[in-house]
């Protein structure tokens, strides 16, 4: 699985396709996990986008695996994200 709940972060590794959407919701809902770490993340599908659009965790400063979520999706998130 792409998502991995360690705490109050949740850990998005991998190819996170867009069935990953709902889960990643679903804990950032449900268990209160205000932190996501992209540093294992070798894809995002644009439902996950969303998704972190919608609850606006805190991103973790690990950088991403893939170097488009790194140079541009993550800084891409963390300012939408830091806009409240």
């Known amino acids: ?8 972060i949740v850990h998005l590794e991998g190819v996170c396709g867009v069935e990953e959407a709902e889960t990643l919701a679903a804990q950032l809902d449900e268990t209160g996990a205000w932190q996501v770490d992209l540093s294992g993340c070798a894809h995002l599908h644009g439902a996950v986008v969303q998704a972190l659009l ?12 893939d170097a488009f979520t790194k140079e541009f999706l993550q800084p891409a998130l963390a300012l939408a994200l830091a806009e409240r």
């Not at 699985?1 to 109050?8: I, W």
């Open 1 to 8: 699985m792409s998502v991995r709940l360690d705490g109050t």
């Open 54 to 65: 919608a609850f606006r965790p805190k991103l973790t400063e690990n950088p991403a695996e």
